[in-house]
Antibody, heavy 117, light 107 residues
Framework: QVQLQQWGAGLLKPSETLSLTCAVY????????WSWIRQPPGKGLEWIGE???????NYNPSLKSRATISVDTTKNQLSLKLSSVTAADTAVYYC???????????WGKGTTVTVSS | ETTLTQSPAFMSATPGDKVNISCKAS??????VNWYQQKPGEAAIFIIQ???TLVPGIPPRFSGSGYGTDFTLTINNIESEDAAYYFC?????????FGQGTKLEIK
């Protein structure tokens, strides 16, 4: 059964770059789209963007200028970098898998990122 | 961008109750809506796809309905284990967007 394991720095200062990784275990990496989603405290979920195994991406325009999603197919991992963070980027960040017929069918447990000076 | 308005934000139910959670889209999105269940510290679970299709392995007390702009998640004969946060997702157009979520408490 496929599992998504996430990790990354949990505490950042304003203007730093957020960096998270999501590893895929127990399933194929190719043939899927992989998304990053976030949820600020007390707010709803926000889709950040997605990537497929060949590197094709789609981003939310609200974050496109600061977000970079990439893949390492040799490690079955995807990564998120978000530059110039502010307190507004404080959130739980999730990765999720999508197929051509099922969008976001498998999710990671989330990683909490706090931006504070 | 499609806005999803989900309601209620919070609800309380008693075991055996039937509950409905609404998700209204700001534009026609066909049946491109999924529903998820999430418990604290756990990964979200995919429960309904394409508005009405129960994901394999999900108990049949869960069901989804709707098309176009109005969608509903229904839980029949609520059990204590159904206490969770529920949210809808539209994947009809980019950017994908989510409802604000519903916290379901079981008394």
């Amino acid at each position: 059964q496929v599992q998504l394991q996430q990790w990354g720095a949990g505490l950042l200062k304003p203007s730093e770059t957020l960096s998270l990784t999501c590893a895929v275990y127990g399933g194929s990496f190719s043939g899927y789209y992989w998304s990053w989603i976030r949820q600020p405290p007390g707010k709803g979920l926000e889709w950040i963007g997605e990537i497929n195994h060949s590197g094709r991406t789609n981003y939310n325009p609200s974050l496109k200028s600061r977000a970079t999603i990439s893949v390492d197919t040799t490690k079955n991992q995807l990564s998120l970098k978000l530059s110039s963070v502010t307190a507004a980027d404080t959130a739980v960040y999730y990765c999720a898998r999508s197929t051509t017929t099922m969008v976001m069918d498998v999710w990671g447990k989330g990683t909490t990122v706090t931006v504070s000076s | 961008e499609t806005t999803l308005t989900q309601s209620p934000a919070f609800m309380s139910a008693t075991p055996g109750d039937k509950v409905n959670i609404s998700c209204k889209a700001s534009q026609d999105i066909d049946d491109d809506v999924n529903w998820y269940q999430q418990k604290p510290g756990e990964a979200a679970i995919f429960i309904i796809q394409e508005a009405t299709t129960l994901v394999p392995g999900i108990p049949p007390r869960f069901s989804g309905s709707g098309y176009g702009t109005d969608f509903t998640l229904t839980i029949n004969n609520i059990e204590s284990e159904d206490a969770a946060y529920y949210f809808c997702l539209q994947h009809d157009n980019f950017p994908y967007t989510f409802g604000q979520g519903t916290k379901l408490e079981i008394k």
